[in-house]
């Protein structure tokens, strides 16, 4: 799987590009799933800004692209229809728009509804993140981001990639995004880790690491 980790969605051209080159045609030609279920596990988050974001009425450009087509996967409905039905829309999507939230919860249902286990037999699907959405692909998101409490108890997300995000850094609606919140953030994760702002983003592809930015961001190493 291809992925494009941002903080605040496609919000530059740079971006943009960057999404482009992964799925290898034009946004126009391409079809979306979007995955609204970290917003259900956040407190800041409602129906109506899950709604938002599948219309495309979110500050973060997600589902309002230009797709060829957009639907909608609620993981939290897929363990009840079985997997002889929603694995198809899957495998048929070029990419799948993944909303924030909180990204314990995510990966949770992630797990429990099989998607996790389908990802390694998807290499051209692109996966594009938003906040929480990225922050799953990562190993820890660490106790600063925790807002469901996972049954293991642990900040631990699925690990498809070997650092950890940041994501909103310095944004003028979350004082405590700071550089140097960031900075103890890290501390704690002790591992590989990225701060990155909403005009910033991460490509991942086969392994190879890119920051794709417009604004800022930084880098920790273990």
């Not at 917003?39 to 495309?56: D, L, V």
């Not at 998807?122 to 049954?151: H, K």
């Not at 631990?156 to 103890?184: C, K, Q, W, Y």
């Amino acid at each position: 799987m291809k992925l494009l980790l941002t903080s605040g969605g496609v919000t530059n051209t740079s971006i943009r590009d960057a999404l482009v080159d992964l799925l290898g045609k034009p946004i126009a030609d391409s079809s979306a799933l979007c995955i609204p279920t970290a917003e259900y596990g956040h407190p800041m988050c409602t129906p109506a800004s899950a709604w938002r974001f599948i219309a495309g009425q979110t500050p973060a450009p997600m589902c309002d692209l230009g797709w060829k087509s957009v639907g909608v996967l609620e993981l939290t409905a897929l363990p009840s229809i079985g997997k002889d039905r929603w694995v198809p829309w899957v495998r048929e999507a070029d990419v799948l728009l993944v909303d924030g939230g909180d990204a314990t919860y995510l990966c949770h249902w992630m797990r429990q509804s099989g998607l996790t286990d389908l990802l390694p037999s998807l290499p051209e699907t692109v996966w594009v993140g938003v906040s929480a959405g990225s922050m799953v692909m990562t190993p820890r998101i660490g106790d600063y981001f925790v807002e469901w409490t996972p049954p293991t108890g642990s900040d631990r997300t699925l690990g498809a990639v070997d650092f950890s995000i940041f994501p909103h850094l310095e944004h003028e609606l979350m004082p405590g995004n700071t550089m140097a919140d960031a900075e103890r953030w890290a501390a704690d994760i002790a591992g590989p880790a990225y701060a990155i702002d909403d005009q910033t983003a991460i490509k991942v592809t086969d392994g190879t690491v890119e920051v794709v930015s417009e604004g800022h961001w930084k880098s920790f190493s273990s």
